[in-house]
């Protein structure tokens, strides 16, 4: 079942609620037939003018892991199509089915199927499959400038951001970051991490655990989530803005 009433809860509640040619030079001049011979031991002798290094290829999508949100996912747009996914990863690194999106709605996608650390998927804009509205479900290389990404640790996670807030535990949108306010405002809007504590440090810390539970936000330098081991386990990136 599609989901425009979830995505629309997805962003109320995540997104609009987080309050939450190199010219190289040759020689001017070579030796003309009234120059002298050549000199073996002269260092112009045997000189080969040396060709223009061309500029540099951009980087084929296999090696582009950056992410701009609002922008780009590596190579992928908000104009990309699912034709154009195909040229850029393969047809055979590419499946199509319903993606979640939580609360048991599903939007068309496409998984680009590549190794665990390079995997993720589009959620299409439309059935046809013409534009992106976002990606998700990204292996670990996908980063950041900044180097934000699924498995980094909350200790970069703060030295990011800065000031910043995030929603508590153990709801459907458990460890939302809000971004309104941190270094990465530009983002607020386009780019939705979450992030997760171990189990075994909810095992040792149960009191600190249960003290930032619950769809309440929290400082990002709440005490008890210092004795917590979280890192992002999600991040989502918005290409287009959703179709109401």
């Keep these: 079942m599609t989901m425009n009433r979830g995505l629309t809860s997805l962003l109320s509640l995540v997104l609009v609620g987080l309050v939450a040619c190199d010219n190289r030079s040759t020689p001017a001049s070579l030796p003309n037939n ?5 000199n073996p031991d002269s260092p112009v002798a045997g000189v080969t003018p040396q ?5 540099a290829p951009a980087p084929p999508a296999q090696n582009d892991y950056t992410i701009i949100p609002g922008q780009r996912v590596g190579q992928v747009t908000s104009t990309t199509s699912r034709q154009q996914l195909a040229d850029l990863y393969g047809e055979a ?68 951001l800065g000031t910043f807030q995030l929603y508590g535990f153990a709801w459907d949108y458990s460890g939302s970051l809000s971004l309104e306010g941190s270094k990465l405002d530009h983002y607020y809007g386009n780019l939705l991490l979450r992030v997760e504590p171990s189990e075994a440090s909810v095992a ?41």
């Design 93 to 160: 690194s590419l499946k199509d089915e319903p993606i979640p999106m939580g609360e048991g709605f599903t939007e068309p996608g496409t998984i680009v199927d590549l190794d665990p650390e390079h995997r993720f998927a589009v959620v299409w804009l439309d059935a046809e499959r013409s534009r992106p509205l976002l990606a998700k479900d990204f292996g670990s290389a996908w980063k950041t400038p900044e180097g934000l990404g699924v498995g980094v640790a909350y200790a970069m996670v703060q030295e990011v």
């Design 34 to 38: 009234d120059s002298p011979p050549d």
């Design 204 to 244: 040792a810390h149960p009191e600190a655990f249960r003290a930032v539970l619950g769809d309440g936000l929290f400082a990002g330098d709440d005490p008890n989530l210092a004795l917590l081991d979280i890192s992002v386990y999600e991040m989502v990136v918005y290409l287009n803005a959703p179709v109401e």
């Design 51 to 55: 060709p223009s290094v061309p500029e």
